[in-house]
């Protein structure tokens, strides 16, 4: 039997309900291009084999959405694609994650990506098999470089309970951020499997104000983890206070080199006024080995930045941020903030090390007129640590994005 296409399955299945059944896989369709170009600038502080790794490339991010056919159960089509461009490398300042090369070779032109997903409707309950991009607490695909990560595999959403939802899935391969191949999916602190489940969900109540999640996840024969999150608002007078706990709980699941054991919390206190927002953040990732998560994906801690994640074993690390938004000072579309972490505790060379970064990111969107929709964001941070080379970085990125339908 030939192979068939989570894309061809999808069209059929549309066209099998008849024209008017499948009034709303169109009707209710939605599709846009992103273009994106990105500079990215990281400059190692001390002296080494590579001095710095700087490149600049355009992206192109296709993504198109259909509606659901009519009928007790509607299906449908979700659709990404991506192309990557090389604007300019170097063999000696190679290895950004913007493109599919490493330091020593700058690798070829372009990269493309593509994938689709099969999705079907019944009341509040959605599956989708195929190409996804979770984001999830104990699964969140990233897309800080060029194109976005994403995955293969099923999930299935539940919402039929009012403030109750339900997520469920199983991932098999990913599509890593510099990359046009599929491959198994890899934890940060060594292994790698083709089987990531997970089971979790989330419970809003106090008239929402309150919500807590309880959360599954097992990268087969690496990994098993617990997640309990408790997230909390309160407005105060003209202020908005709030609060992020969440507690993770980690163990090997395997026959692998390390054995895994970990417990991480992490703690974020929030409070906001007019155009301020101030932030403090306490993580603590105690246990033998470093806190684990899926390669490349933006774990749910309140210390993973731009560069660093201080999860070490043992680490722990404290966050103050600060956040204005210019658009109750005059300025839609400019917003900005500044942070600074410092982490210690940690093991190095027998030793106790400690590391600390200070993040700037500023960003812009412009709101009318013939570029409107054209946002520039300025991302720059500095990173000083005992467990690894000093670095300055400077990440311009400039992105359109407009709708196709």
């Known amino acids: 039997m030939k192979h068939v296409t989570p894309l061809a399955l999808a069209v059929a299945a549309a066209l099998a309900c008849g024209h008017t059944q499948a009034a709303g896989f169109a009707d209710d369709a939605s599709a846009s291009l992103q273009l994106r170009n990105f500079y990215f600038n990281r ?15 355009q992206g192109f991010i296709f ?3 259909s509606g659901y056919t009519e009928g007790f159960i ?51 309950t959605v599956l989708k098999v195929g190409g996804l991009m979770p984001k999830l607490p104990v699964v969140s695909s990233g897309d800080s470089r060029l194109l976005p990560q994403s995955f293969t595999g099923a999930s299935l959403s539940v919402s039929e309970i009012e403030n109750l939802d339900i997520q469920a899935g199983q991932l098999r391969e990913v599509n890593y951020r510099n990359s046009s191949n599929r491959e198994d999916i890899r934890s940060t602190v060594g292994g790698a499997s083709d089987r990531f489940n997970f089971l979790g969900g989330t419970y809003a109540f106090n008239s929402k104000n309150t919500t807590v999640g309880l959360w599954r996840a097992e990268l087969q024969d690496v990994y098993g983890q617990n997640l309990i999150n408790l997230i909390h ?18 163990s090997d699941d395997g026959n ?14 929030s409070a906001a006024t007019g155009a301020h927002t101030f932030r403090v953040g306490y993580q603590h990732s105690d246990g033998d080995t470093a806190f684990p998560y899926l390669a490349e994906t933006d774990p749910y801690v309140v210390n993973y930045v731009q560069i660093l994640d201080f999860t070490r074993a043992n680490e722990k690390s404290w966050q103050a941020r600060y956040d204005i938004n210019f ?17 210690d505790n940690f093991d190095v060379g027998g030793s106790e090390g400690s590391e600390w970064e200070r993040d700037i990111d500023v960003s812009y969107t412009v709101q009318t007129g013939t570029f409107k929709n054209l946002a520039v964001r300025w991302r720059n941070a500095m990173v000083r640590s005992d ?16 709708a196709l339908k």
């Open 43 to 57: 400059d190692f502080r001390d002296p080494g084999a590579q001095s710095k790794a700087e490149e600049w490339a």
């Open 63 to 65: 993504k198109a959405e």
């Open 74 to 124: 509607g299906f449908g089509v979700d659709v990404y694609a991506g192309l990557g461009v090389k604007l300019d490398s170097d063999d000696q300042r190679a290895g950004s994650g913007l493109l599919p090369n490493s330091f020593g070779d700058e690798g070829k032109d372009s990269y493309s990506e593509a994938t689709a997903a099969v999705k079907a409707r019944m009341s509040n």
């Open 233 to 250: 608002s309160q407005p105060v007078g003209d202020w908005k206070l709030g609060a992020n706990l969440a507690w993770f709980d980690t």
């Open 256 to 269: 692998q080199p390390l054995d895994i054991d970990n417990e991480l919390t992490s703690i974020t206190l």
């Open 327 to 343: 658009a109750s000072l005059g300025i839609p579309g400019l917003s900005a903030f500044t942070r600074y972490v410092s982490g």
């Open 387 to 402: 467990a690894t080379r000093d670095i300055d970085e400077n990440r311009l990125i400039l992105s359109y994005s407009f």
